[in-house]
Each structure stands twice: as C-alpha cells, then as structure tokens.
C-alpha cells in the first residue's frame, strides 16, 4: 500500500467518523402547503377495509394474477419479463391505495 493510498484512507475514515456523530441537516428550501399535508397525513395512515373493499382488492388480484400468468406463460424469463411483473405488482398496489384512500 503506498503512502498516498494510506492518506486517502485516513481522509476517508475521519470523513466517515465526522458523518456519523452529525445528525442528518436538511435546508428547508420550501414550505409544505395545508394541501399536501393533509395528503401526506393520508397516504401514510393505516386504512382498515371497510364496506366492500375486501372483496374489490381480490377482484384486482384476481385479475392481475391472470395477467401475470399470460406475461410468464408468453415472454422468455428476462429482464423485460421481471419489469413487467414487477410493474404489474406496482399497479396493484396502487390501485389498492386508490380504494384505500377513497
């Protein structure tokens, strides 16, 4: 190991040290608006399914399970395939948080 390499070491290992012991400083650039704190305040609260959301949920993952079927059944195991799979999961989630949030 040379010389300059232990320097950088060193540098890297005071920088890593410092950066533990801060607590994390965030400027505040804007304020959140009543609006979206109200959103937030919604999206990151526990909805218990209520009426006939249960049932709409298995609906979805019904149908986007047979989705994913033909996606798997059709398309050679690729990158491609894992996107669209993962994307189909992605759709489901949000429309769950769609009759979530209603």
């Given at each position: ?39 937030i ?44 799979l ?17």
């Amino acid at each position: 190991m040379t010389e300059n390499t232990k320097e950088e070491l060193a540098k890297l290992g005071v920088l890593a040290e410092a950066m533990s012991n801060t607590p994390l400083q965030v400027p505040f650039t804007y304020s959140a608006t009543p609006s979206i704190e109200s959103q937030i305040e919604n999206w990151f609260t526990y909805h218990a399914p209520k009426d006939d959301q249960p049932q709409r949920y298995q609906a979805i993952r019904d149908k986007a399970k047979e989705l994913a079927l033909v996606i798997a059944a059709n398309t050679k195991s690729s990158a491609d395939q894992t996107a669209a799979l993962r994307y189909l999961r992605i759709c489901i989630m949000t429309a769950n948080a769609s009759i979530a949030l209603e």
